[in-house]
């Protein structure tokens, strides 16, 4: 079984521009769960997933990014446009499908992709 | 809200010698908690994880956790460290939102292993 991949591995960008990150989840996942690593800082929720739907956007931090998961498959992280402080390392994670508040939803795991380093220069 | 707190941001150790991470969490109610490990140029790695029972945890490559609630504590621990060791550990901690998982991580420990 494939795990988490993300697309591409690092990007290199100016300020201004655009970029958009792909994650393709484990087959099957219905949950897909985007964070960000800012250098030094901890690992931070953006958004959550179940199919295609927006579960939990809380952590996104500004309308220059947006995110989308046309069909409930791949999902792409859009910044438009990029800013200094946007750079950092970029982590997708997936989940099996569960009913929401089941136990089996709540203590299922996160696999996690590789990750995407962005620098804005 | 849930925080964790990794306070060493560095440790080294020597080859063959015990290993201790230390994490801390801050939740009003008992969370479920996990070690992930990154190693260079690869994804978040599931060490183990605590969700209720047995307070101490079990996880792949030899790694072993226990989780305190006295002491809001869930420390990492290796009794003999390999050098493919050497990599970032992340405590994380995983709270009902919405009624599906959301994931809060501390800032990480770099474990440097030398010869």
């Known amino acids: 079984e494939a795990g988490v991949t993300q697309f591409p591995s690092h990007s290199v960008i100016e300020k201004g521009q655009t970029v958009t990150l792909r994650c393709d989840p484990i087959?099957?996942?219905?949950?897909l769960y985007w964070y960000r690593r800012v250098m030094g800082k901890e690992i931070k929720f953006l958004l959550h997933f179940v199919k295609e739907s927006k579960q939990d956007e809380s952590g996104m931090p500004n309308n220059r990014f947006l995110a989308e998961r046309t069909g409930g498959t791949y999902s792409t992280l859009k910044v438009q446009p990029a800013e200094l402080e946007d750079s950092g390392v970029y982590f997708c994670a997936s989940s099996r499908r569960g009913t929401s508040g089941s136990h089996k939803t709540l203590t299922d795991t996160q696999y996690f992709g590789p990750g995407t380093r962005l620098t804005v220069l | 809200a849930q925080s964790v707190t990794q306070p060493d941001i560095h440790i080294t150790v020597s080859e063959g010698a015990s290993l201790e991470l230390r994490c801390n969490y801050s939740?009003?109610?008992?969370?479920?908690l996990f070690w992930y490990v990154q190693s260079p140029g690869q994804g978040l790695q599931l060490l183990l994880k605590?969700?209720?029972?047995?307070?101490l945890v079990q996880g792949i490559k030899g790694f072993e956790a226990e989780f305190k609630r006295s002491q809001s504590s869930f420390n990492l621990r290796k009794p003999s460290v390999h050098w493919s060791d050497a990599a970032e550990y992340f405590c994380?901690?995983?709270?009902?939102?919405?009624?599906?998982?959301?994931?809060?991580f501390g800032t990480g420990t770099k474990l440097q292993v030398i010869p």
């Open positions: 605590y969700f209720s029972g047995d307070t």
């Open positions: 939740y009003g109610a008992t969370p479920y």
């Open positions: 087959s099957g996942h219905d949950n």
């Open positions: 994380a901690v995983a709270v009902n939102s919405g009624g599906y998982q959301k994931v809060t």
